[in-house]
């Protein structure tokens, strides 16, 4: 069980509930649009329906296991701080923030 950074709307949440992250990172292209395919969702963000018209019933909305948070609720120093132990905490931010300075 690891936390992540949502690349679409900035929250936090965990890769065992429903997101997209695991598909992203297996490379499953099941989703219609590029951009689901290639960047980790948390659930509300994800799409509720996959490329061959099946329906993703975890998808679209909060799944209420924990407050939804977005990361400057907690501070990128801190995030960063957490995510470099390799515990499974935040396990997209540096990337995540490398790419929000990116596109400064
Ligand atoms: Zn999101």
Not at 63 to 79: A, D, M, T, V, Y
Request: hydrophobic share 25%.
């Amino acid at each position: 069980m690891s936390t992540y950074i949502c690349e679409k709307c900035g929250c936090i949440d965990n890769t065992a509930c429903g997101g997209n992250y695991w598909l992203v990172k297996g490379k499953l292209n099941l989703f219609k649009d590029e951009y689901s395919n290639t960047h980790c969702l948390c659930v509300e963000c994800t799409p509720t329906e996959f490329s061959d018209g099946s329906k993703n019933k975890d998808a679209g909305k909060w799944h209420n296991r924990f407050p939804k948070k977005h990361w400057s609720e907690l501070g990128k120093e801190h995030i960063l701080r957490l995510s470099s132990k390799q515990s499974g905490n935040y396990v997209n931010a540096e990337e995540y923030f490398k790419n929000l300075e990116d596109k400064e």
